[in-house]
Structure formats: structure tokens, C-alpha cells
């Protein structure tokens, strides 16, 4: 990216200029950088920021670490201005360095320079006058709905969402909650996909490379779902458990110690099973890490999968590039186009959101016989289900 695409395209940046001028001068030991250069090239990194995230299309979201290829911020200001104009957009307060990810200094490739940037969170605080970028400055109208219905099913899951309320009581608990143990990221998610609700923003789309369904409460904190309404009457969730190991036994048909798994499946809890000690979330994130990553560092969970199950671990291994990407489309093909199909044909209501579904109460019973009956027609396998009210 040049700086010239940057500064032609941004259609705030004769305003985002200005402002930016302004709030140096009022800050005395940073008056030097208040020159029309300079504040071209601080604005090329803050647009950076927004098109890297974004591939100059989706608008960035405050407090969303962004990794950036700092080469690309030296081949255009310099190493010695790069690294002087981040510490001054950082002493400005409009940038936030990730002190978790930095270079290793002595390395010859990483020259000491940061790699993981985002739009602090106070800018959301700060006065009209100096917010220097608007969510949406490069996507349009940030009001406007981004849906791309495909199907009757997608436009069901649309229509659902539009009929759904938030209890202001029950968000203002949660966001104090996220509050209270500095929860900083989750407490924005929070506040973003409300005013998303509040605006009819319901983004319903599949993915660009799988067939599972995205929008706004699927981005959200799970805890957002408890403030729901539907005509004043909470929903409750159901819930499918160890969803991905279950649809993996699909594909193990015929590897030595495929009983076994599905036995654990059925009988134990199939994440704690594997690690004692830890805690079942922990438990989950380290069955992913094994299952869909590169797995170059070794955890607990996955080196007693291994111990107990070689040969189904070592399958897991071997396929693990196309195997996430498989369960994700076996997981829509079951509780998208199967049980809120059959829901949406039934004239009934449910908001997916991948493997749970938010329903009403009365229909509970009917919806957890539609989810064992899909997963035992693709694959003869019974699921754990659970209901959270």
C-alpha cells in the first residue's frame, strides 16, 4: 500500500488532518509534529491500522489488536521516524502498543520495533472534535445492515434477529460485570453488538469459504445472549456439548480406537476426560490447539489424547489443515440447514449461533429431539444436549 492510496482514498482526511493539528498543538511537547508532512505520515499509520484489519473494506473495531508488517511503515517514514511518530501517536493517546507482542530486539528481522497495534479505547470518550477515525469512515453508513441472504433459511435467521429486544437491566449488569474485572475487550463487544441490535445491523451472511452462518450475536460476548428478549420473555439456549468432537467421529470410522472415542463421547465429559486438574475451558482451548493448529507447543490436554488414543490422534494430526474447515461445514449442514430449517418449516423460532441455538422455553423438548434426530441421520450418533435457561 502507497502513501498516496491511503491519503487519495480516505474520505476523511483533509477533517481527520485538522483534528489531528489541533490536538498536537494543544499539547506542547508534541507542537513539532503539528506539520503538514508529519501529519501526513502519523495519518498514514492510523490508516494503515484501519485497511490492514479491514483489506479496505470492513470498518476497523476499537480495541481490536491489529498485527501490521512493520516494513511497510519503514519503507515509507523511515526507521528512525517510524519508530519516533509511534511513540508520539502513543503519548497522544491514539494508539495503544501491545507490550504482550513485541520483537525479540537482537534479531535482525524484528529491529525492535512493535508489531501489534489498535485504536485505544478512549477515543471512544474522547469529543466529537477529536475523534480522529469513525468506525465505518471506509465502509459507508455505519447504520446500514450488511446482510447478504442467500437462502429462506438465512432470511429466517434475519427475520428472527429483527424480532428480538435487549433488557436494559440485564445489559447494564453484564457491562458492569466485564467492568468490574477489567474485562475491557469483552465490555466494547458488548456495547458494539448492542447498538447493532438497536439499529437493525443484523450482518446475517455465510462465510466466504464455509457454510456456516455469521452475524451480530455470533461476534458477541456468550454472555450478551442472557439480556435477549423475545416479546419480554427471555430465551433460553440449547446447546450442543463437545460439538466438533462429536462430528469428528464421523471420519474416524475405521481407525483403530474410534469406539472408545465415541464411548468417552457419550459417557464422560469429553474435554475434562483428558486433563485432569485444569478447568474444562482451559480443557476446550487445548483440545482446539491440538485438533486445527500446528500444535508446536505440546499441552496437557493433547499429550494424554495422544497417550490414550494414538491412533486416533495421530489421524487428527494428519488431517488437521482441512479438518476444522470440514467439521465447520458438517456442523452447518446439521444445525443450520437441518434443525433451524426444520424449525423455519415448522413456522416456529430459533437464532443459531453455530452449535446452540436461542429458542423459546416451550419449545425446548421439541428442538433437542430435532438436534439428536439431524446428528443421528448424518452420522448415527446421539449428542449430549444441555438447555441453559
Not at 502513501?3 to 493539528?21: G, H, M, P, S, W
Not at 470498518?59 to 511503515?73: A, D, H, M, P
Not at 507482542?101 to 537482537?106: A, E, I, Q, R, S
Not at 487445548?286 to 488414543?309: I, P
Amino acid at each position: 500500500m502507497k502513501l498516496e492510496q491511503v491519503l487519495t482514498t480516505d474520505a476523511y482526511c483533509a477533517q481527520n488532518i485538522f483534528r489531528l493539528k489541533r490536538f498536537l498543538l494543544n499539547k506542547p511537547e508534541l507542537a513539532i509534529w503539528a506539520k503538514e508532512v508529519r501529519l501526513k505520515k502519523l495519518l498514514f499509520i492510523l490508516s494503515y491500522l484501519n485497511a490492514s484489519y479491514s483489506g479496505n473494506d470492513i470498518q476497523l473495531e476499537w480495541g481490536e489488536w491489529v498485527y501490521i508488517r512493520t516494513e511497510v511503515f519503514q519503507s515509507h517514514l523511515g526507521p528512525s521516524f517510524y519508530r519516533e511518530a509511534i511513540e508520539v501517536l502513543r503519548a497522544a493517546g491514539m494508539l495503544d502498543v501491545n507490550e504482550n507482542y513485541l520483537p525479540n530486539v537482537f534479531s535482525p528481522k524484528g529491529e525492535g520495533f512493535s508489531k501489534s497495534y489498535r485504536l485505544p479505547y478512549a477515543l471512544r470518550e474522547m469529543p466529537e472534535e477529536l475523534v480522529l477515525f469513525k468506525r465505518g469512515g471506509k465502509g459507508g453508513d455505519v447504520r446500514e445492515d450488511k446482510s447478504e441472504i442467500g437462502n429462506e433459511t438465512q432470511q429466517f435467521i434475519f427475520d428472527c434477529l429483527a424480532r428480538v429486544t435487549l433488557d436494559s437491566d440485564s445489559f447494564d449488569g453484564i457491562t458492569e460485570t466485564f467492568k468490574a474485572n477489567s474485562k475491557n475487550a469483552r465490555f466494547i463487544r458488548a456495547k458494539n453488538t448492542a447498538e447493532k441490535i438497536l439499529q437493525g445491523r443484523f450482518n446475517v451472511k455465510a462465510g466466504k469459504n464455509q457454510k456456516r452462518i455469521y452475524h451480530t450475536l455470533t461476534s458477541a460476548p456468550r454472555e450478551m445472549r442472557n439480556a435477549v428478549r423475545l416479546d419480554g420473555q427471555k430465551l433460553v439456549e440449547i446447546d450442543v456439548k463437545a460439538c466438533q468432537p462429536s462430528l469428528l467421529l464421523k471420519f474416524l470410522d475405521g481407525i483403530p480406537g474410534c469406539e472408545e472415542y465415541g464411548r468417552i463421547l457419550r459417557e464422560e465429559d469429553f474435554y475434562s476426560f483428558f486433563c485432569t486438574g485444569q478447568s474444562r475451558d482451559l480443557a476446550k482451548v487445548q483440545f482446539c490447539r491440538f485438533a486445527f493448529g500446528e500444535y508446536k507447543r505440546k499441552n496437557a490436554w493433547g499429550e494424554k489424547f495422544t497417550e490414550l488414543l494414538p491412533e486416533v490422534a495421530g489421524y487428527i494430526r494428519e488431517n488437521s489443515t482441512w479438518l476444522s474447515r470440514q467439521l465447520q461445514d458438517l456442523e452447518a449442514e446439521i444445525c443450520i440447514y437441518g434443525v433451524v430449517e426444520t424449525l423455519r418449516a415448522m413456522g416456529s423460532f430459533a437464532i443459531p449461533v453455530h452449535d446452540s441455538f436461542m429458542i423459546r422455553a416451550e419449545d425446548s423438548e421439541v428442538v433437542q429431539r430435532i438436534i439428536e434426530a439431524e446428528f443421528r441421520n448424518s452420522f448415527n450418533f446421539t449428542p449430549k444436549v444441555s438447555v441453559k435457561n
